[in-house]
T-cell receptor, first 117, second 115 residues
Framework: EAGVAQSPRYKIIEKRQSVAFWCNPI?????LYWYQQILGQGPKLLIQ????????DSQLPKDRFSAERLKGVDSTLKIQPAKLEDSAVYLC???????????????FGPGTRLTVT | AQTVTQSQPEMSVQEAETVTLSCTYD???????LFWYKQPPSRQMILVIR??????QNATENRFSVNFQKAAKSFSLKISDSQLGDAAMYFC????????????FGTGTSLTVIP
């Protein structure tokens, strides 16, 4: 079974530039998460999708961050314009839909390390 | 509010020895899951062990076991016979069972294994 795929693995941009990250979840996983992990901290949920609908985006800085999952499979996360404090690893994860057996298991991708200079 | 606290930013253990990582959480829910995740330097987070709150028996996975104290809202991870490959960041996480699938993570404990 293929895992969660993310690209790119690394990205360096200057502040005020834009950047996009891509995530392909495990096949059949209805729930997809984007996390921001700042160095030395635990992952912080930015947005959670169930199929192509948003379940929770309360911690997404909507003035500069956006995310979509148009067909309920792949997802993209965009930052525009980037700030220095956006430097972090952006993790994508997926799980089965709520109330499905083993829906509590969350699988992570390798992450994208973003450096904003 | 649901929070997860890991009070040990760093821990070290001698190879082949045992180490315990601490985690406490705060919730008003009665049914939930608790997890320990491992994040090696390569950054991919992997699940180490999980505990269902309604189960009294502590979960065990090979050298990894937990001490789940529901009343105290404590969930510690014990690693026995530590190996060099156990060196990583360890995150405690919580997920309510009822809806939403949202996970809450602690700030992590960096484990060093000394040869």
């Amino acid at each position: 079974e293929a895992g969660v795929a993310q690209s790119p693995r690394y990205k360096i941009i200057e502040k005020r530039q834009s950047v996009a990250f891509w995530c392909n979840p495990i096949s059949g996983h209805a729930t997809l998460y984007w996390y921001q992990q700042i160095l030395g901290q635990g992952p912080k949920l930015l947005i959670q999708f169930q199929n192509n609908g948003v379940v929770d985006d309360s911690q997404l800085p909507k003035d500069r961050f956006s995310a979509e999952r148009l067909k309920g499979v792949d997802s993209t996360l965009k930052i525009q314009p980037a700030k220095l404090e956006d430097s972090a690893v952006y993790l994508c994860a997926s799980s089965l839909a709520p109330f499905r057996d083993r829906s509590y298991e969350q699988y992570f991708g390798p992450g994208t390390r973003l450096t904003v200079t | 509010a649901q929070t997860v606290t890991q009070s040990q930013p760093e821990m070290s253990v001698q190879e082949a020895e045992t180490v315990t990582l601490s985690c406490t959480y705060d919730t008003s829910e009665s049914d939930y899951y608790l997890f320990w995740y491992k994040q090696p330097p390569s950054r991919q987070m992997i699940l180490v062990i999980r505990q269902e709150a309604y189960k009294q028996q502590n979960a065990t996975e090979n050298r990894f076991s937990v001490n789940f104290q529901k009343a105290a809202k404590s969930f510690s991870l014990k690693i026995s016979d530590s190996q060099l490959g156990d060196a990583a960041m360890y995150f405690c996480a919580y997920r309510p069972r009822r809806t939403g699938n949202q996970f809450y993570f602690g700030t992590g404990t960096s484990l060093t294994v000394i040869p």
